[in-house]
């Protein structure tokens, strides 16, 4: 595979080497983006010998005159971490447009801490570590139609995209999506448990699970019936389903459910707000 959507000149620098930079790289990488053309600044030796082994690329345990020939740079560190990160790198960082992954952190944030106001924030999430990730984007005012196209192509390597027109929907993209994979997790998890109470394995359980979690998903990416249709057809009257949905529903499920996405929603904004302050 060829990266063609990607201009082949192109170098791009990962400030933090994490989870979700090795879920980029690799959607890279897959996508015939060269290692040569990859810098990531991760200072922890451990996390760049993964790299290495993982990619193939170079990892540098500090900023330095090398993130001058990158045209993309992917900030990738906590929100936490981000003040101490920028200091070093943006001195090098040129004309470069900036792509964050970062919760919560603002396009001005990003722009008076990176040195450029051509900015796109994402949201990604995990599934991007297997091509199936589902991602947010938001552009700011300067970034160009190209500096778009550039940031979508880019995580594009990593499964689907969508774009937002105004900066807070990124805050409910990250209670949706973003931290979305970690909500399914947890309801695979009670549901393991709950088949293994009930006399399965635990592989059995987790098998069942998790192709249910994924056929239903399919079911529902590819009908133009509404979830609650979907979800009447599994509940016959008096039947199993209408017993265990009846359960949820005595126990205030949705609603924690919703008001669970709300929390996560009002942490993003906060992070926000903490670090302009
Ligand atoms: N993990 C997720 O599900 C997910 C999803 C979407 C967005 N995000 C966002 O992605 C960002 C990274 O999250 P992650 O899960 O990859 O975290 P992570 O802890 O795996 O990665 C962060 C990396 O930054 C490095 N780092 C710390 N200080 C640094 C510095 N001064 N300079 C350069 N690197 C530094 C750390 O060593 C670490 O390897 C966060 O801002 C998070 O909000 C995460």
Redesign the pocket.
């Known amino acids: 595979m060829t990266d063609s959507a990607l201009p082949s000149d192109l170098h791009l620098a990962f400030?933090?080497?994490?989870?979700?930079?090795?879920a980029i790289i690799g959607g890279l990488r897959r996508q015939g983006v060269a290692a040569e053309r990859i810098d990531v600044?991760?200072?922890?030796e451990a996390?760049r010998d993964a790299l290495r082994a993982a990619h193939g690329i170079e990892a540098h345990a500090a900023?330095g005159d090398f993130l001058a020939r990158a045209g993309l740079i992917v900030?990738?560190?906590?929100?936490q971490?981000?003040r101490?990160?920028a200091a070093p790198v943006a001195p090098h960082a040129g004309q470069a447009l900036h792509l964050s992954?970062?919760?919560?952190?603002r396009a001005g944030d990003l722009a008076a801490q990176g040195g450029s106001a051509r900015v796109v924030r994402c949201?990604?999430?995990?599934p991007a570590l297997v091509g199936k990730g589902m991602t947010g984007l938001f552009a700011s005012a300067a970034a160009s139609a190209q500096d778009r196209a550039l940031a979508e192509s880019v995580i594009r390597t990593t499964g689907d995209a969508l774009w937002i027109e105004r900066e807070e929907q990124l805050d409910a993209v990250?209670a949706l999506s973003?931290?979305g994979?970690?909500y399914v997790f947890y309801f695979l998890e009670a549901m393991e448990r709950a088949g293994t109470q009930m006399g399965l394995t635990a592989e059995q359980a987790r098998r069942l699970a998790v192709g249910t979690f994924a056929g239903g998903s399919a079911l529902a990416a590819d009908s133009p019936e509404t979830l609650a249709t979907l979800r009447e057809r599994v509940t016959s009257k008096g039947g199993t389903t209408y017993a265990a949905l009846t359960h949820l529903d005595q126990a205030g499920m949705q609603d924690a459910f919703v008001g669970a996405l709300h929390a996560a929603a009002v942490r993003a904004k906060e992070l926000g707000d903490e670090f302009g302050r």
Do not use: L, R, Y
């Not at 900030?75 to 929100?79: L, M, N």
């Not at 992954?101 to 952190?105: F, Y």
């Open positions: 400030i933090g080497g994490g989870n979700m930079a090795s600044v991760e200072p922890f996390s900023a900030w990738a560190v906590k929100p971490s981000f101490e990160a992954v970062m919760a919560g952190i949201m990604p999430n995990t990250t973003g931290s994979p970690a």
